[in-house]
């Protein structure tokens, strides 16, 4: 069997053993793109390139975190629950989270991007407008189907709202950019340029309604009424732009 890596860093200089200070999370990684920031023995990260066992042991404790937090809730979450689950010892998980709060952010933003992504997957081969857009709505109807996130807003509900208000802002912005020949193919027809911000952010806005007050009846007309929605938000955008 081949070799774990391993990892190596420069001893640090006396000055940086007296100016030495944590990064702050901006929320945008300061690591380059095919690297990750490990925690080593708690403290601050150090860069290391990622191989393919410590993705999947990456992978693994996120797995495991959401079937803690769904359990237990954010507050009560316990480091020791999450390596039971996941089937790594406490010095394993250190190796690649600083904290609790540490392993809750990723496991927030992880989520964000895994439904980003595969949404962009979704519908990156769909040229035609009419069927990127019907795609979009199959892919959000499912999402809601499937999602656990009620589940997360019932046991974890403060931090529930915080990943929903990241997800509602993100996808303001990729929404425009996966409906791009969708407003094209709009604007052209038209002759006017919507508002697609305004667009996207009642998309979503819907979205997260059915979250929080999902229908009972008629669940699977998801897709007509969103189609209904947006040929109003069109017809009133189209009005103001006329005036």
């Given at each position: 069997?081949?070799?774990a890596?391993?990892?190596?860093?420069?001893?640090?200089?006396?000055?940086s053993?007296?100016k030495?200070?944590a990064?702050?999370?901006t929320?945008?990684?300061q690591?380059?793109?095919?690297e990750r920031r490990?925690?080593a023995?708690?403290?601050?990260?150090i860069?290391?390139?990622p191989?393919?066992?410590?993705e999947?042991?990456?992978?693994?404790?996120?797995?495991?975190?959401e079937?803690?937090?769904?359990l237990?809730?954010?507050?009560r979450?316990?480091?020791?629950?999450?390596?039971q689950?996941?089937g790594?010892?406490?010095?394993?998980?250190?190796?690649y989270?600083a904290?609790q709060?540490?392993?809750l952010?990723t496991?927030?933003?992880?989520k964000r991007?895994s439904?980003?992504?595969?949404?962009?997957q979704?519908l990156?081969?769909?040229?035609d407008?009419e069927?990127r857009l019907?795609?979009?709505?199959?892919y959000?109807?499912?999402y809601?189907?499937?999602?656990r996130?009620?589940r997360?807003?019932?046991?974890?509900p403060?931090?529930?709202?915080?990943?929903f208000?990241?997800?509602?802002?993100?996808s303001?912005?990729?929404?425009?950019?996966?409906?791009?020949?969708?407003?094209?193919?709009w604007?052209e027809?038209l002759?006017?340029r919507?508002?697609r911000?305004?667009?996207?952010?009642?998309?979503?806005r819907y979205?997260l309604?059915e979250?929080?007050?999902?229908?009972a009846a008629?669940?699977?007309?998801?897709?007509?009424?969103?189609?209904?929605?947006?040929?109003?938000?069109?017809?009133?955008?189209?009005?103001?732009?006329r005036?």
């Open positions: 069997m081949p070799k890596a391993s990892l190596k860093t420069e001893a640090p200089t006396p000055a053993r007296t030495k200070k990064l702050p999370d929320g945008a990684s690591v380059k793109p095919g490990i925690a023995n708690g403290g601050a990260g860069k290391v390139k191989n393919r066992r410590s999947e042991t990456i992978a693994n404790i996120l797995k495991a975190t079937e803690v937090v769904l237990s809730g954010a507050d979450i316990s480091i020791l629950d999450v390596c689950v996941a790594v010892s406490r010095g394993t998980f250190y190796r989270f904290s709060e540490d392993l952010d496991f927030s933003r992880h991007e439904f980003h992504s595969s949404l962009s979704e990156g081969h769909i040229s407008p069927a019907n795609a979009l709505f199959a959000l109807d499912n809601l189907e499937q999602s996130a009620r997360l807003l019932v046991v974890a403060d931090y529930a709202l915080g990943f208000r990241r997800i509602f802002h993100d303001i912005v990729r929404f425009q950019d996966g409906l791009g020949i969708v407003f094209d193919d604007d027809r002759g006017v919507l508002d911000e305004l667009i996207c952010e009642m998309i979503i979205v309604s979250i929080l007050v999902p229908e008629g669940r699977r007309l998801f897709p007509v009424r969103m189609k209904k929605l947006l040929g109003a938000l069109i017809m009133g955008s189209t009005s103001r732009t005036r």
